[in-house]
T-cell receptor, first 112, second 112 residues
Framework: SQTIHQWPATLVQPVGSPLSLECTVEGTSNPNLYWYRQAAGRGLQLLFYSVGIGQISSEVPQNLSASRPQDRQFILSSKKLLLSDSGFYLC???????????FGSGTRLTVV | GNSVTQMEGPVTLSEEAFLTINCTYTATGYPSLFWYVQYPGEGLQLLLKATKADDKGSNKGFEATYRKETTSFHLEKGSVQVSDSAVYFCALSYEGNYQLIWGAGTKLIIKP
């Protein structure tokens, strides 16, 4: 069966520090991968999606970036965090576009 | 453009009460419709889905029917439990399209 792993679960980082969140999928090949952010008490914002290795599409201009170095690995990064980067970050995957996603358990990031 | 509108929360009910969370959408053609649930501190889980008009999705006692004529996909449950307390998201997507269009989420609080 397919599983998705996301870590760390919680993270507290100072302003200006770098960020690296990792997401891996098991049990499938060539998944579509997504990074979402959920601000406190708000809905979901799509940040990046990827349809293959090295292929990244950005939905929102910001100081975050994403990379897909391997088929089932998706990394969210920042060189310098801002206070506004605080939120709940969710990784997700899908086999076929348009048929819904499976989400990871999320990372709660607090920038202080 | 495409959009999803959910009833505002929080919705507060007593245990064993009947639940309805309204969801309406604006979209062209025939999107697929989804309900996701997010328990406190966790990622999102797909609760149920429907891919064509008049389909009924069901899971864990929850049901929703894809109503093309009223462009709705209301979530219902006959008897809620405290463990159903969560945030519920309605969403739509199209086959072959990477993006899910999300509602803002409805927080459900069930009191014993």
């Amino acid at each position: 069966s397919q599983t998705i792993h996301q870590w760390p679960a919680t993270l507290v980082q100072p302003v200006g520090s770098p960020l690296s969140l990792e997401c891996t999928v098991e049990g499938t090949s060539n998944p579509n991968l997504y990074w979402y952010r959920q601000a406190a008490g708000r809905g979901l914002q799509l940040l990046f999606y990827s349809v293959g290795i090295g292929q990244i599409s950005s939905e929102v201009p910001q100081n975050l970036s994403a990379s897909r170095p391997q088929d089932r690995q998706f990394i969210l990064s920042s060189k310098k965090l801002l206070l506004s980067d605080s939120g709940f970050y969710l990784c997700a995957w899908s086999v076929l576009m348009g048929y819904g996603y499976t989400f990871g358990s999320g990372t709660r990031l607090t920038v202080v | 453009g495409n959009s999803v509108t959910q009833m505002e929360g929080p919705v507060t009910l007593s245990e064993e009460a009947f639940l309805t969370i309204n969801c309406t959408y604006t979209a062209t053609g025939y999107p697929s419709l989804f309900w996701y649930v997010q328990y406190p501190g966790e990622g999102l889980q797909l609760l149920l889905k429907a891919t064509k008009a008049d389909d009924k999705g069901s899971n864990k006692g929850f049901e929703a029917t894809y109503r093309k004529e009223t462009t709705s996909f209301h979530l219902e449950k006959g008897s809620v439990q405290v463990s159903d307390s969560a945030v519920y998201f309605c969403a739509l997507s199209y086959e072959g399209n990477y993006q899910l269009i999300w509602g803002a989420g409805t927080k459900l609080i069930i009191k014993p």
